[in-house]
Nanobody, 126 residues
Framework: QVQLVESGGGLVQAGGSLRLSCAAS????????MGWFRQAPGKEREFVGG????????VYAASVEGRFTISRDNAKNTVNLQMNSLKPEDTAVYLC???????????????????WGRGTQVTVSS
């Protein structure tokens, strides 16, 4: 059974930083792209960014490009999201996900992601 567990969320002032982590188990973690998504109240889930199976490529939503960085450690089955220069509009539940097919580049399309964590709350105060 695949499990994804996020941690590291919290309350931070605008301009501050947070580092989220996602621990994966139950699958050959290193074969799959990993992604981060977020969902604010009353809004649709949106793609934040993703990292390829070997960490060789990353892709980000325009809204976070240059502020957020995704990394992964395949030896520890973890993926991280470093968030800098946070803005109030970054407030959301952040979820990690593993992609449906192995050896694929990360996709921004929700349907390409198969397993999801429960999420961790990030709140940015102004």
């Amino acid at each position: 059974q695949v499990q994804l567990v996020e941690s590291g969320g919290g309350l931070v002032q605008a301009g501050g930083s947070l580092r989220l982590s996602c621990a994966a188990s139950g699958r050959s973690f290193s074969l799959y792209a990993m992604g981060w998504f977020r969902q604010a109240p009353g809004k649709e889930r949106e793609f934040v960014g993703g990292i390829s199976w070997n960490g060789g490529s990353t892709v980000y939503a325009a809204s976070v490009e240059g502020r957020f960085t995704i990394s992964r450690d395949n030896a520890k089955n973890t993926v991280n999201l470093q968030m800098n220069s946070l803005k109030p509009e970054d407030t959301a539940v952040y979820l990690c996900a593993t992609q449906r097919s192995p050896y694929k580049a990360p996709s921004s399309q929700l349907g390409q992601w198969q397993y999801w964590g429960r999420g961790t709350q990030v709140t940015v105060s102004s």
